[in-house]
């Protein structure tokens, strides 16, 4: 089969499509013949050598999400069948012609979605559900603060965070305002043009917010606990601005009995995986199924334009995913 390789680690270049063997499958997995798949920040990472070459999964090939027609199953599976569309995440090897899934890891796709936009579902919305319902534990009327909003996870946390009934305010791009307004923040502060604190303090009357949902890390960790509310929780789902090192007011965690919690899929063990995609399946599945959620894909490219795909997400100022398609 064809899959993108890297010659070592480094830039885009290092991308190329190859012929390597087929995936074995397992009792407990799926054989899909990929259709679509997501391109997300840990595949840059991967190809940077960010992992020193670790890959916390099954392959040594890119891409953590996909959607597909399964063509073989396990000796174990019972619930699935040949033909069927599902949508899953693994651990590494979507950038390929097929790839081998864990039953737990993958859902049925909605019929009313494209493998395009199914491509783009799992990773977003699963890391939604652990960031926003799970650990933030926000429900109607609460309110939270999502960074990053107009990036394929943070697009899912605006949604999902508006869809359960909260107040949603965000930051993006100037370009991207509107947007991020459109799929459901009450307010949204262009992040370049000045202090998004001082608007979030004035559109929300300076009594702070229930969460904030974080992707950036660095310089934003206490203006993010300045705008907490007494009680209130970060969760840390990124590092985009690379700064892993930043001031810590301690002084404000304890006096407002703040909590601080961190969140990333790549390094969890398969159990913990699958409870997430469970939790997934349980709370944003329905959503998505009856249109309340939306799939938001910014671009695609061909799987042999893989480098392109790479090159134009660390470019950055599109609204939602960029998947690679495989027909």
Known sequence: MRAIIQDGFGPA????LADVPMPEVRPHDLLVRVRAAGVNRADILQRDGFYAGQHFGES???????????VAIGSEITDIAIGNRIMGIVGGGAYAEYARVDRAMAVRMPDRLSFRQAAG???AFVTAVEAVHHLAKIEARRSVLIHAAA???GSACVQLAAALGARVFATAGQNRLSEVKRIGA???FDYRAGDWEAALHDAI???GVDAVIDFIGG??????????KPGGTLVQVGILSGAGDAQFPLNLVLHNYLTIRGTVMKSRSPEEKRAMVERFAQIACPLIASGHLQPMIYADF???QAADAHRLMEAGGGLGKIVLTCD
């Open 121 to 123: 579902v799992m990773e």
């Open 219 to 228: 310089d934003y960790l206490a203006p993010n606990l300045r705008s907490l």
């Open 302 to 304: 061909p799987l042999d």
């Open 205 to 207: 009357q300076g009594t």
């Open 60 to 70: 040594e090939l890119l891409g953590l999400e996909l959607a597909g027609d399964v």
């Open 186 to 188: 009450e307010a949204v």
């Open 13 to 16: 270049e290092v991308l190329r």
């Open 151 to 153: 990036g394929g996870i």
